[in-house]
């Protein structure tokens, strides 16, 4: 029962990581980004490639982020010169041509087989209960800094700056401030953010496939924040825990109603999710949490 | 000769990009957004088809009953979700519109399941012209993008509504205060939406399998083909539907079979940056 409260406490943690990278770059900065996914991968492939060559996991770690990162840069570049919708079909584009690349660059990435046996964080504790628990406790603090981060940008000019274009870009602008810079620098985070968010995942699973991958789990994302309260870190968080407890609860219903075989629940799933989407965006669009006082 | 196949392999692929695009280049000029949905449309089309095909076993009744499925799911989209939403923010309506998809997914795969389907069709030997194998299925089904290529025009530039239609997407404003009842360009316009991407959607499923996911998977070349087209262009979107059929068909034998969507990203990317509207777009204040 600890080891699977242990995993969920892992599972939830990591949605938390993606969620705060997209409470900044949309709850922050109003950036639509439907490829939030591809970072994800990155870092997932990226650390898990590094791990099995042997590289110490900090390292890997660290690469996840900043190669997540790197390639969210073209993608900011691009974003300066389009308007909102458009950049929400570039950046779901740019999830699907991560997951096609991960696909086809078998001498790489193993294609559909996938990367199996990626080495557990704390090895040399074994795989029980105590080994959970530090991923656990790791993950509890890189969230802690991650949220204070977030929190530390909000309250510094450059939070200002990020909320100023979220609400009236064209304003910013006529006050002398360029938004590009911002912009990138908030996707790039954000990016970073998903790319640990990708690493725990691969090492924690220790099993990737690029199935794994799909733009499900942007609108995973999408409805947390959403679910929890756009912009704010408790939004991310409620948010989430809200939506992994639907996602884990479903594997239950399999049991008090039997006769539902999984393939059925997927689709379930799918449809509860794009219906709690239309619901929530027609009705709550600020969310659980959110801040009642803005648009 | 590979490549003169290729490229009529292209044309037909083509020819469901085109109409997908269509009905999102439709729905961006008059509703204003994008909708992510579109791709699910498409399968509703194919699975209508299927579903008509089997009880009927006539082609022609198949192409009838996926349309009307395709088009009232479409409408029902727009009464349920996408009206309550006109005039929030792109990302209201984005959003919405994934939801919709989702849903649309999700029920076809409660109802129809995960396998993959294909329309029994009689074989048919193929015509050899130029070294080409042109079979009759394809030039039946060209002739079919035809015939609802023609309808849509014909609806959008001859009659009163298709004129009230463009009014709307030229100025939505001036087309309220001129008179315009925009209850009834938006039904038109999401019959219409729905209509044609179940022409491309049971084309799709005639060349290729139907799943639930056949016609998401289609979504982004569908996108990129209305962005390279020029939004708000239905010229355009054919035209460049097309184009990248072509491109895409041509392209595998050195990229191969997998990086053709992401060859339709690349002139999504293209054309985003060097010439944002497109083939036959007119300048926007704004991008």
């Known amino acids: 029962m600890e080891a699977y409260l242990a995993a969920i406490g892992i599972v939830v943690l ?55 990162a790197l390639a969210a840069w073209p993608i900011g570049l691009i974003s300066l010169r389009l308007r909102d919708d458009y950049f929400a079909i ?31 964080l704390y090895e040399r504790i074994g795989v029980g209960l105590p080994a959970q628990l530090a991923v656990l406790a790791t993950l509890v603090v890189v969230v802690l800094i991650a949220a204070a981060v977030i929190q530390r940008i909000a309250k510094s000019p450059f939070g200002r700056v990020i909320e100023a274009i979220r609400d009236n870009e064209e304003a910013v602008k006529a006050l002398g401030k360029d938004p590009a810079g911002f912009k990138i620098q908030v996707l790039m985070v954000g990016a970073a953010l998903a790319g640990v968010a990708g690493a725990f995942y691969a090492h924690y699973i220790t099993y990737i496939v690029p199935d794994q991958f799909g733009p499900i789990v942007t609108f995973y994302t999408w409805m947390a924040i959403i679910i929890g309260g756009v912009g704010r870190i408790s939004g991310a968080l409620v948010g989430t825990a809200i939506l992994m407890l639907f996602l884990e609860g479903s594997r239950f219903i399999k049991d008090v109603i039997p006769g539902i075989p999984e393939i059925e629940m997927a689709s379930i799933r799918l449809g509860v999710i794009g219906i709690a989407l239309i619901l929530f965006v027609t009705y709550r669009p600020q969310g659980l949490m959110g801040d009642y006082t803005r648009r | 000769m590979l490549y003169l196949q290729l490229v009529l392999n292209g044309f037909v692929q083509g020819l469901v990009i085109g109409l997908g695009a269509l009905a999102i280049t439709l729905v961006f000029g008059i509703a204003r957004f994008a909708n992510a949905g579109t791709g699910d449309f498409l399968t509703a089309g194919s699975y209508g088809a299927l579903a008509a095909h089997k009880a009927t076993g006539s082609l022609l009744l198949a192409g009838l009953g996926g349309v009307a499925v395709s088009a009232l799911v479409s409408l029902l989209a727009y009464v349920l979700v996408f009206r309550r939403l006109m005039g929030r923010s792109v990302m209201a309506l984005l959003l919405a519109s994934i939801g919709v998809g989702f849903t649309i997914r999700a029920i076809h795969g409660l109802l129809f399941g995960h396998g993959q389907y294909v329309f029994q069709v009689p074989l048919s030997r193929p015509y050899i012209v130029l070294g080409m194998r042109i079979s009759p299925l394809d030039l039946a089904l060209m002739l079919t993008a035809a015939l609802a290529l023609t309808i849509l025009f014909v609806i959008l530039h001859v009659t009163s509504i298709g004129r009230q239609m463009r009014a709307v997407a030229d100025n939505p404003e001036l087309a309220r205060v001129s008179g315009i009842r925009v209850k009834r360009v938006m039904t038109t316009l999401w019959l219409l939406a729905g209509a044609i991407s179940a022409v491309a959607g049971i084309i799709l499923g005639i060349k290729t399998v139907v799943t639930p996911e056949s016609g998401w998977d289609m979504l982004l070349p569908l996108f990129s083909a209305a962005i390279f087209g020029g939004i708000g262009s239905p010229l355009g979107a054919m035209v460049a539907g097309i184009l990248l059929g072509i491109a895409q068909e041509l392209s595998t034998p050195f990229v191969g079979f997998t990086y053709k969507i992401v060859l339709a990203f690349a002139v999504m990317l293209f054309v985003l940056l060097v010439r944002p509207r497109g083939l036959f777009g007119v300048v926007e204040g704004v991008r």
């Open chain 1, 14 to 68: 990591i949605n938390v990581l993606l969620a705060l990278g997209l409470t900044l770059q949309y709850g922050r900065t109003g950036l639509i980004n439907f490829g939030h996914v591809g970072s994800f991968a990155i870092g997932a492939y990226a650390s898990a490639l590094l791990a099995l060559q042997g590289v110490p996991l900090v390292i890997c770690f660290i690469a996840a982020a900043v190669l997540a």
């Open chain 1, 90 to 120: 570039v950046t779901l584009g740019f999830s699907e041509t991560v997951r096609i690349v991960i696909t086809s660059e078998r001498w790489l990435t193993n294609g559909i087989q996938g990367i199996p046996g990626v080495p557990r």
